[in-house]
């Protein structure tokens, strides 16, 4: 199982990205989907989460400003964040993670995928 993130970047203050995560592999299936993030010197932190039905759970510092998706295509599952109006302050590494089941239910991480805010 692997879990591929991608879309960090740099971005003036009020700009927009969207993250992108990738599970493929041996799955049997998935359950909650979600995207954390670490600032430096903070502890990570959950940005948003999504479960299998698609029901959505934001961080308050984030709400009407990020929006979490997920999607199916050729057995592969896509974890989507789209983050509009960034501040400084969401400058951080963003990790994905699912809840995975292959033989039994794990957790997954992919690896960190930075995004930097200027103001």
């Known amino acids: 199982v692997q879990l591929q993130a991608s879309g960090g970047g740099l971005v003036q203050a009020g700009g927009s990205l969207r993250l992108s995560c990738a599970a493929s592999?041996?799955?049997?299936?998935?359950?909650?989907m979600g995207w954390y993030r670490q600032a430096p010197g903070k502890q990570r932190e959950l940005v948003a989460a999504?479960?299998?039905?698609?029901?959505?759970?934001?961080a308050d510092s984030v709400k009407g400003r990020f929006t979490i998706s997920r999607d199916i295509a050729k057995k592969t599952v896509y974890l989507y964040l789209q983050m509009n109006s960034l501040k400084p302050e969401d400058t951080a590494v963003y990790y994905c993670?699912?809840?995975?089941?292959?033989?039994?239910?794990?957790?997954?991480w992919g690896k960190g995928t930075l995004v930097t805010v200027s103001s």
């Open positions: 999504i479960s299998s039905g698609g029901s959505t759970n934001y």
């Open positions: 592999g041996s799955i049997f299936s998935i359950n909650d």
């Open positions: 993670n699912a809840q995975i089941r292959v033989l039994t239910l794990m957790d997954y």
